[in-house]
Every structure is written in structure tokens, then in C-alpha cells.
């Protein structure tokens, strides 16, 4: 059974910073890319960064490039989000989730499993 589960999440500040984790369980790691999304009250949710299952290549939405770093430790089926230079647009529930094909999707349809998401908040 695959699980997916985020941690990390919390208050921060406007210009802080925070770390997000998903650990993966259940499933080939290194053969899965990972992704994460968020979706704000009142909105979609919608694509954040991924990550190809080895590591070598990223994407990211506008939004959050040069601001956000996603990386992955294979060792540890853990999938990290790195969030700096933080604004209240950001405030929304993160969840990873994970895609078995190499292609870069950022739509979440392509994505086979997901987290139960952690609340990010960012006060003015």
C-alpha cells in the first residue's frame, strides 16, 4: 500500500521560511516523480514543482521559481520542498503526490497517488 505523508508545514511570517517533507512508502522510490501542489481556501488546487526520480530534473511554477527549491533524498523515499522568501499568496495546504511516468505533467490528473496535505500559513 503506498502512503504518502507531508510534514513540515506551519505559521510563518512574510519573508520566512519553511521546509516541507513527504516521505513515501510502498512504492519503487527512484522510479516515481514526485510533485508537489497546493490549493488555497476558495481555489484550485494547483501544480507547485516536480521532480524526476532521479533528482537531475525540476520544474517549477512561475510563482514560486527562484523562491522554492525541490529536491529528493532517494536513501530516505523522502521528497523535501524548500520554501523561502515567503508572502501570504503562498498560504494554502501542500500535498505531494506522486507520477509513475517520466513525463513532466504539472496537470494533477496524471498523478496516481497523493498526500492528505499540510497547512502552510503566511501572516502579513
Known amino acids: 500500500q503506498v502512503q504518502l505523508v507531508e510534514s513540515g508545514g506551519g505559521l510563518v511570517q512574510a519573508g520566512g521560511s519553511l521546509r516541507l517533507s513527504c516521505a513515501a512508502s510502498?512504492?519503487?522510490?527512484?522510479?516515481?516523480?514526485m510533485a508537489w501542489f497546493r490549493q488555497a481556501p476558495g481555489k484550485e488546487r494547483e501544480f507547485v514543482s516536480r521532480i524526476s526520480g532521479s533528482g537531475r530534473v525540476t520544474n517549477y511554477a512561475d510563482s514560486v521559481k527562484g523562491r522554492f527549491t525541490i529536491f529528493r533524498e532517494n536513501a530516505k523515499n523522502t521528497v523535501y520542498l524548500q520554501m523561502n522568501s515567503l508572502n501570504p499568496e503562498d498560504t494554502a495546504v501542500y500535498y505531494c503526490?506522486?507520477?509513475?511516468?517520466?513525463?513532466?505533467?504539472?496537470?494533477?490528473?496524471?498523478?496516481?497517488?497523493w498526500g492528505q496535505g499540510t497547512q502552510v500559513t503566511v501572516s502579513p
Open positions: 503526490a506522486a507520477d509513475r511516468t517520466p513525463v513532466i505533467h504539472t496537470a494533477q490528473r496524471y498523478y496516481d497517488y
Open positions: 510502498g512504492l519503487t522510490f527512484n522510479s516515481w516523480a
